[in-house]
């Protein structure tokens, strides 16, 4: 296991439902690795510490065959490392405060609040390490 900061592995960065059950391949190559570590240090470690409770990532690092499965843009930043999906459990106001504080204080790419048609919601982060972060924010968080 290796172990990317104190609260977040590799592993659960690369592990997925989907990918198990369809017998695909996710593994990330050096690089997409070092996006991954980017990604915690700038944005997950310090929305972990600033909100003190745990993050569940629904999804981080896909490969190409698990994006396509998942139905992910050919041009999805999962693809590189670089960014994050946040399971909030349901808790949509627990949601709208780490949607917040995201957008606040971390120096993210872009900042998504998704849902699904059955009504999941959840927060999309990215991180670019070579510093071009557009600080692009995507939300409704009335809907």
């Known amino acids: 296991m290796m172990t990317i900061s104190k609260n977040f592995t590799l592993e659960e960065l690369t592990a997925s439902s989907t990918a198990k059950a369809k017998k695909i391949k996710n593994v990330p190559n050096t690089q997409q690795v070092c996006s991954l570590c980017a990604l915690v240090h700038n944005i997950l470690q310090p929305l972990r510490d600033a909100i003190a409770e745990p993050i569940s990532v629904s999804s981080a690092f896909r490969s190409v065959a698990l994006n396509a499965a998942v139905g992910g843009v050919s ?69």
Do not use: C, M, T
């Open 75 to 143: 041009n999805s930043q999962h693809l590189k490392g670089e960014a994050a999906d946040i399971d909030i459990k349901g808790n949509k106001s627990k949601g709208k405060q780490w949607f917040n504080y995201i957008k606040n204080n971390l120096p993210f790419d872009q900042l998504i609040w998704e849902h699904d048609k059955r009504g999941v919601y959840w927060i999309h982060v990215s991180y670019r390490a070579d510093g071009q972060n557009r600080k692009q924010v995507i939300s409704n968080l009335e809907k």
